[in-house]
Every structure is written in C-alpha cells, then in structure tokens.
Nanobody, 125 residues
Framework: QVQVVESGGGLMQSGGSLRLSCAAS????????MGWYRQAPGKQREWVAD???????NYVDSVKGRFTISRDNAKNTVFLQMNSLKPEDTAVYYC???????????????????WGQGTQVTVSS
C-alpha cells in the first residue's frame, strides 16, 4: 500500500511564505519524479513544479522566482518553498509521485502515479 501525505498549508498574508512537505511511503517502487499541482476554486488542476530524482527542476511561469522545489531522495520527501505569496496562489496543493514498479516474478515494469489528499493554501490580500 502506498501513502502520499502533504503538510504545511495554511493561511498567509500576501507577500508571506509557506513551506509544503510531502512524504511518500509504502511499496512505491523507484521514484523518478515528484511534483506539485494546485487547484483553485472553479478551476482545473494545474501543474506547479516538479523535480526529477537527479534534481532537475521545472516550474510553471507564474511561480518562477518565487517558489522552490526540492527533495530528499533518501526519505522520499519533496518540499515546496513558497515565497512572495499572492492571492492568486490560493488553492488546494496536491503532491504527485511517479515511480517505476517491478511487478511479479516476470520482472515487468509498471508505472506508479500517486497523489496526496491535498493541503489548502490561502493567501489574503
């Protein structure tokens, strides 16, 4: 069984900072990518940032220069440091974990795609 648990959300004033954490555990296989998505009320879920197992990072343009994603491979944990928060950053933030899993005795490889339950981030103006 796989668990993906986020923490660190909350209420913050515009210009403030928050740090989100996400820990993956269980029979998750070999993680190759960890990322963050967010969903604001009435909008579709959007990708925010991700990081590969080698530390390569990618960000959506709207958070570049303000958010920093990092990870601890040994602990299967990913972080999102959010600075200079804006009201438009208000959303539920979801952690996504992608892995490769060896299935059965044949050695075949399956893709794992796991999500956390989400953590609310609210930024007031």
């Amino acid at each position: 069984q796989v668990q993906v648990v986020e923490s660190g959300g909350g209420l913050m004033q515009s210009g403030g900072s928050l740090r989100l954490s996400c820990a993956a555990s269980g029979s998750i296989g070999t993680i190759y990518n960890m990322g963050w998505y967010r969903q604001a009320p009435g909008k579709q879920r959007e990708w925010v940032a991700d990081i590969t197992s080698r530390g390569r990072t990618n960000y959506v343009d709207s958070v570049k220069g303000r958010f920093t994603i990092s990870r601890d491979n040994a602990k299967n944990t990913v972080f999102l440091q959010m600075n200079s928060l804006k009201p438009e950053d208000t959303a539920v933030y979801y952690c996504n974990v992608r892995s490769k899993i060896i299935v059965g005795d044949s050695g075949s490889i399956a893709d794992g795609d796991y999500w956390g339950q989400g953590t609310q981030v609210t930024v007031s103006s």
